[in-house]
């Protein structure tokens, strides 16, 4: 076997050894690398670089600095050192220049202490190290020895926002006091001073304690180079120049550039500002911007307008702006205003200048009302203007500069003031202001017909030049008065003659031309006449007849309508003749009339009557009927049913109390022959049982149908039904039915005949016996008893038994070889014999019962031998029931049978039957023991099952081969 111990030596070796010479070479590369850049050759041309020196703050304090700058790479390396020469750090162990903070090398020098200073050399390697730059320079000398000390005041106030602050804004100013001395200051109090309409609403300074009444603010000590600041916030309620002042109004020490100076201009520990709410301009106005001394000598005033981005010097008068006499600035447009004293336009120097800027106001912007005109009498039309205005948005914002959002209305905008005037209209010759009239809507109207002519004027309340006019004409139409009659009332089938005219008195200033007119009416009339007639009136014309009188002026129809009643007598409806068929011999009947169906308009007050073969022979009759005799007046004649066979002819019309005669109808009275009775035959059917629709038979010869009556022949009309309906089955009885029959074709009718529907008794389901098994017991046949005896033989009623689908006569015998529940049913039935119907049988009710098979007791019986203890039994056998059920009874005595009834007792849980003393052990091989289980059902009915066991008897000296263990006791 190859030996491989070496070689695993070697490797194991090896690997460490390598790790070794790698450490080694990253060592030698390293100090190559610092000895390649400790001898790194100046740069050429030289690297840019700028050098800045800072003195130290005092003489003692090393706080002198020494910042790089002009570096072109962040890569590059920076280091310094004291002296002539470079003497610091390698390139391997410098920084980058753009980790450095601002471009400081050193913060912390000291002070030199001696002319020109210390030297330091600076040196810049560019980023691979592999050259340099060198600069050398003097940290200058600095004398501290004869700094004077003083106190210098000096107070500044800034604001927010910095522009224009708009009406109702807020602006916050911050007073700024500094000493500027080298000496600290005591005793320093300042005087706040703030225009009129500035509310303060807060103040707030962490230095002294400031009063808001009083305006003093007390700081107390100020060290020298420390500021303290004091806020305030003001909200601005006027337009135009606030300004707010800041003046050292004590002090400890004696401040050299402040008061009791003469020039103000070189006291700079006062300071003001101003705050500038703009103007709104509209035409017509004029703000005079005037300094408050009165003093203009020098003032140059200047105007933007590009929101002070540029600013233009003007003088003179223009449209715009004019230079009053004053020197005071009369401002006539939108734009920036300001001025200056000194010699640059860009300062405004001490004056302040304040510049103003004048924007576009808000003037209503009214639309114009439509013109209207109206009908005299028509409600007053709606003339409204309305006023657009809603204020400044977002574009006005930035078109105005206004640093602080204006949104809608400022505190004096935005309520307006409106008044109607009469504008010399034809029928309102003035000017007037209309009292009460002072909303974008128009409230009081003229009450006559004329041309109005109205004007409203809106202005902004409290700035009165902006403002907004519209002109609104209203003419209101003469109406015309429409007048008609006509000859009504009329009768019917005359003609209608209808009237009009205009009869409205014409207006001097709106004059109306001729009117047209229209009529319509009922019936689908209409016209265009003043003067119209219609011919043949018919009820249906009769009504409200309208006329409307009309013409058009100013664009407008006036019209005027009314109506009137035309009364149309009608005549009376038309009678209905009733042409009657009459069969022969039946009580003899007036003839009669009845009006249209459906009523066309009214009756008449009485019937007019004519006997004749056609109408020619009416009208030969007479024209005015007979109107004396009972006949001729209101009713009709008897028909003669006795008449042979055929017809007969009258004429009726009705006339009402007007003396009008409605149209003629015919009246044909025909005879028909009578029919003879129809065929029936009596019907018998069981109580209860379904019945059959009653029939009967008709005659031959002719088409006949039926009236039947039921049981009561006085219910008229009868049903003409082919069949009666079945005979209710309820009630036991004789029933007599009646009907007759008719001529379909005549109509004529027979006499009634009747015929009797019996009901006969259906017997009640026979009585039974429902008998109950025990599983496998042998049945017997079932028992049913018929109760009814039988009307034709005198006989019981004859049963009948249905089982398993079958029926019979015999009473069938159940199986008991399952156990369950099982249904028989039986019946009986009677025989009924009735004069002229056939026989009828009547089944009753099938009577239910139910055969029941209990089922056996399901159980075991264990027999236990008796125990021994040693050689001695101890008579202690059981008998054990299992598997059986929790109601289930045993009782059980000696011997192969159960032959004595013993006392039964439920089981209980264990199943032990047997006495707690137990059983004997045999005194033979064994001794057989019979138990009875039984079990119980509903009505007491109970089934059982014996079982006979052997109890073994129990070897005491040695049983099955297997002895009890011996006890052994100490005797000694």
Avoid at 252 to 275: F, G, M, V
Avoid at 324 to 349: E, F, M, N, P
Avoid at 513 to 542: C, H, I, K, Y
Avoid at 715 to 744: C, E, K
Wanted: with cysteine.
């Amino acid at each position: 076997m190859e030996n491989n111990y070496l070689k695993t030596r070697f490797a194991s070796v090896f690997e460490r050894d390598r790790k070794m010479w790698t450490q080694i070479l990253l060592l030698g590369f390293l100090m190559l690398f610092a000895h390649l850049s400790t001898y790194a050759q100046p740069c050429n041309p030289d690297l840019a670089m700028t050098i800045t020196t800072y003195d130290a703050s005092a003489e003692t304090v090393s706080d002198a600095k020494i910042r790089i700058s002009g570096i072109t790479n962040g890569n590059y390396k920076v280091g310094y050192s004291a002296g002539a020469t470079y003497s610091g750090p390698g390139f391997a162990a410098l920084g980058l220049y753009s980790a450095l903070t601002n471009g400081f090398i050193a913060e912390t020098l000291a002070a030199p202490s001696a002319a020109p200073g210390t030297q330091y050399t600076v040196r810049v390697f560019n980023e691979t190290g592999s050259c340099f730059t060198d600069s050398t320079f003097y940290l200058p000398y600095v004398n501290y020895n004869y700094a004077p000390t003083y106190v210098d005041l000096e107070a500044t106030i800034t604001r927010s926002p910095a522009g224009d602050v708009p009406l109702g804004s807020s602006v916050t100013l911050t007073v700024a006091v500094r000493n500027n001395g080298t000496l600290d200051a005591t005793g320093v109090v300042y005087q706040i001073g703030s225009a009129l309409d500035l509310t303060m609403t807060a103040n707030s300074t962490a230095t002294g304690t400031y009063v808001p009444g009083t305006g003093v603010w007390t700081i107390g000590a100020l060290n020298a180079g420390q500021t303290v600041s004091l806020t305030l916030t003001y909200t601005v309620n006027s337009r135009g120049i606030k300004e707010i002042t800041a003046e050292a109004t004590a002090l400890d020490q004696i401040d050299l550039d402040s008061t009791p100076t003469a020039n103000p201009e070189n006291e700079d520990d006062e300071a003001q500002i101003c705050i500038t709410t703009h103007r709104d301009f509209c035409n017509g106005d004029e703000y005079t911007f005037a300094l408050v001394n009165g003093n203009y000598t020098g003032v140059v005033w200047q105007r933007s307008t590009d929101n002070g981005t540029t600013w233009t010097t003007i003088s003179g008068s223009t449209p715009n702006y004019e230079i009053a006499a004053s020197g005071a600035l009369i401002i006539k447009s939108v734009g920036d205003y300001k001025y200056y004293r000194d010699s640059s336009a860009t300062s405004c120097g001490y004056e302040g200048c304040c510049p103003i800027k004048v924007i576009p106001g808000l003037p209503p912007i009214l639309t114009t009302p439509t013109n209207e005109v109206i009908c005299f009498g028509q409600p007053s039309p709606a003339i409204a203007s309305t006023n657009t205005q809603t204020g400044y948005t977002a574009t006005d914002h930035t078109l105005y500069g206004i640093s602080t959002p204006i949104t809608g209305f400022l505190a004096d905008q935005g309520v307006f003031k409106y008044q109607w005037y009469n504008n010399n209209g034809p029928s309102n010759n003035n000017t007037n202001a209309i009292p009460g009239d002072s909303t974008l809507a128009l409230e009081t109207f003229p009450t006559a017909a004329g041309i109005y002519n109205y004007r409203l004027i809106s202005v902004q309340a409290g700035h009165t030049s902006c403002t907004d006019t519209v002109d609104v004409e209203f003419r209101i139409n003469e109406t015309p008065v429409a007048f008609a009659s006509s000859n009504t009332p009329i009768c019917a089938e005359d003609t209608i003659e209808l009237f009009s005219r205009n009869d409205a008195v014409n207006n001097p200033i709106n004059p109306f031309g001729p009117a047209s007119f229209q009529w319509w009416g009922p019936d689908s009339f209409t016209s265009s006449d003043s003067v119209t007639t219609r011919l043949n009136a018919t009820e249906a014309m009769e009504g409200n007849y309208f006329v409307r009188a009309y013409y058009t002026l100013n664009g407008r129809v006036c019209a005027d309508t009314i109506s009137i009643p035309v009364v149309i007598n009608p005549l009376p409806d038309k009678p209905n003749g009733i042409d009657t068929t009459y069969c022969r011999y039946i009580a003899g009947k007036r003839l009669s009339a009845i009006l249209s169906v459906p009523v066309i308009d009214h009756t008449g007050d009485s019937l007019r009557w004519y006997e004749a073969s056609s109408l020619a022979d009416v009208y030969a009759i007479t024209d005015k009927p007979d109107t004396t005799s009972l006949i001729g007046y209101n009713v009709g004649p008897y028909a003669d049913t006795d008449e042979a066979p055929g017809q007969y002819k009258w004429w009726v019309t009705t006339v009402d109390a007007l003396g009008c005669q409605s149209h003629i109808d015919s009246v044909i009275i025909t005879i028909r022959d009578k029919p003879v009775l129809p065929v029936v035959r009596d019907l018998a059917f069981c109580q209860n049982y379904p019945s059959v629709p009653l029939t009967a038979t008709t005659s031959t010869g002719g088409v006949y149908g039926l009236i039947w009556y039921g049981e009561d022949k006085s219910v008229i009309p009868g049903d003409t039904a082919a069949t009666f309906p079945a005979p209710a089955t309820d009630s036991v009885g004789t029933f007599t039915f009646w009907v007759s029959q008719f001529d379909t074709v005549t109509g004529c009718q027979s006499d009634t005949a009747d015929f009797d529907v019996f009901i006969k008794d259906t017997p009640d389901g026979p009585a039974v016996v429902e008998p109950t098994y025990c599983l496998n017991e042998t049945p017997v046949p079932l028992i049913a008893t018929p109760v009814i005896t039988n009307t034709v033989s005198n006989a019981l009623n004859t049963l009948t038994w249905y089982w398993n689908g079958t029926t019979s006569g015999t009473a069938p015998t159940p199986p008991t070889t399952l156990p369950g529940a099982s249904w028989a049913y039986v019946s009986q039935t009677t025989l009924y014999e009735l004069p002229g119907v056939d026989t009828l049988n009547c089944e009753s009710p099938q009577s239910p019962l139910k055969i029941t098979v209990n089922p056996l007791p399901v159980a075991s019986v264990i027999p236990v031998s008796a125990l021994c203890i040693g050689t001695i039994s101890q008579n202690n056998g059981m008998l054990i029931v299992t598997r059986y059920r929790d109601t289930d009874q045993a009782a059980f005595n000696i011997g192969g049978s159960f032959t004595a009834p013993g006392t039964f007792a439920v089981i209980p849980a264990t199943g032990i039957i047997s006495p707690a003393a137990g059983l004997p052990n045999p005194t033979g091989a064994s001794q057989d023991y019979t138990v009875r289980i039984k079990n119980f059902h509903p009505g007491g009915f109970e089934c059982f099952i014996d079982v006979t066991v052997p109890l073994v008897k129990k070897d005491c000296t040695c049983p099955g081969g297997y002895c009890e263990p011996a006890v052994v006791t100490k005797t000694k």
